[in-house]
């Protein structure tokens, strides 16, 4: 199939004006302006004024809660993860995550995006990812406080676990390990996954220094994440150490591993991650409604850090709005540096497409158009703008409404067609 459209934004630097893409078996063939004459026995779709762009990626999601969505207001971080049941034996049960699973599922590629870095406790986001057609990386949570003395047997079970789901799931989808956060995971269970990394190459995703009292708790075992461990009867985890120099002593900083959020971290640290190939997942809207702060973005890349976009749940973002994640993504980095000019639309989009593909280490296959990658792209009308109107500028503008087609590996996800007169 050749899509034409009057831009295509190609994400390597060039956007190209009234041109055409051909797609074969999945993949980037071939584009160019002529390409309906260069192979006259293929089918052409003139998708007419809008972008055809690489799929965004979204970085760090948890699809399984988007039922949780609207259930809680004004909670911090661990008081919201109070509420959402993350406590022993408190999990939902399979079919109903993996319903919560779908809708999230779906409701991304509505929003243009065709690959996700999502962390799953039960596993069903890897079955609705499936389901839906999404490409990504499903990373199985795992949680030091709830594996008890058998650690080393629960770790391999787990990993079991995720061999009997990766062999009944899309070859799009791969299965990683998450060991959460360095409050819930102790450091065997860390140093586990670091070397199943290193080892076996499974792909690894934790969340890191998403709030202040995640160093309280490390360094001094204060704090309310150590009143919320000790509501459950957990002892703390003291290592001494920040939340970052916890996991560089566990061995994670590493190629493979990515780091969702990132907001409190000292300028030390984000050389030591930008400089260890570990990668970072940054969640604006995730880390300001639920009051953990803002993480240092421009820093992140200023420093040559592997960075990209991530939503987190819908229970903490509210919409699974990739063009809203993008918006609050350039409006903080500009506030908290008070400058306008340190991020543009542009560089923005480059985190949402190949920034978040390089993030999880897809970068190979996704994240531009280009020929010889896969053909995950998406079309985004922009039959309203004018036409002297920049076309980064007018896809930040955007909102899953003006989402017209998605592909991925060269499969409609998601095709609106025009309504009737
Ligand atoms: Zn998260």
Redesign the pocket.
């Known amino acids: 199939m050749i899509y034409k459209a009057s831009h295509i934004l190609t994400m390597t630097g060039d956007t190209i004006a009234d041109s055409a893409v051909l797609v074969r078996d999945g993949g980037i063939c071939d584009i160019g302006s002529n390409l309906a004459a260069a192979y006259p026995d293929e089918p052409v779709r003139d998708l007419g004024k809008c972008a055809l762009m690489p799929g965004f990626v979204n970085a760090?999601?948890?699809i399984d809660y988007t039922m949780q969505r609207n259930r809680h207001d004004a909670l911090n971080l661990w008081d919201w993860i109070d509420n959402l049941g993350c406590r022993t034996g408190c999990f939902p049960d399979y079919d109903l995550a993996l319903q919560s699973a779908i809708l999230g599922a779906t409701e991304c590629a509505r929003s243009g995006i065709t690959c996700l870095g999502d962390?799953t406790f039960t596993g069903a986001a890897a079955e609705a990812m499936s389901k839906v057609g999404l490409r990504g990386i499903a990373y199985l949570e795992l949680f030091g406080q709830s594996m008890g003395n058998n650690y080393e047997q629960d770790f391999i079970t787990k990993l079991n676990t995720a061999r009997d789901i990766q062999s009944r799931i899309s070859a799009l989808v791969r299965i990683g390990l998450s060991p959460h956060a360095v409050y819930t995971s102790n450091q065997e269970v860390l140093k586990l996954c670091a070397d199943s990394c290193a080892i076996s190459d499974i792909p690894i995703a934790l969340?890191l220094a998403e709030t202040w009292a995640e160093a309280d708790y490390t360094l001094k075992g204060t704090g309310p994440i150590a009143q919320w461990r000790a509501r459950m009867d957990r002892p703390p985890m003291i290592t001494g150490l920040s939340p970052t120099q916890t996991i560089y002593e566990a061995g994670l900083l590493r190629k493979g591993v990515c780091l969702?959020?990132c907001v409190h971290v000292t300028d030390d640290e984000i050389d030591l991650i930008a400089h260890s190939e570990a990668s970072v997942a940054h969640?604006p809207r995730?880390n300001a409604y639920l009051g953990a702060g803002i993480a240092p973005m421009t820093r992140f890349r200023s420093a040559g850090a592997t960075i990209g976009l991530g939503t987190?749940?819908a229970g903490s973002c509210m919409r699974l709005d990739f063009f809203e994640e993008m918006r609050f993504a350039l409006g903080l980095a500009r506030a908290i540096e008070q400058d306008a000019a340190v991020t543009t639309a542009n560089d923005v989009l480059r985190m949402a497409t190949i920034g978040g593909a390089e993030t999880l280490g897809l970068d190979k296959c996704v994240g531009t158009i280009e020929v010889g990658k896969r053909a995950d792209i998406v079309a985004v009308d922009l039959s309203d703008a004018l036409s002297e109107e920049d076309p980064a500028l007018a896809i930040m503008s955007r909102s899953p409404s003006d989402v017209k087609l998605v592909l991925v590996d060269g499969t409609e996800i998601v095709t609106k067609r025009p309504s009737g007169p």
Do not use: L, T
Request: proline content about 0%.
């Open positions: 760090h999601s948890h962390s969340h969702a959020h969640c995730s987190d749940s």
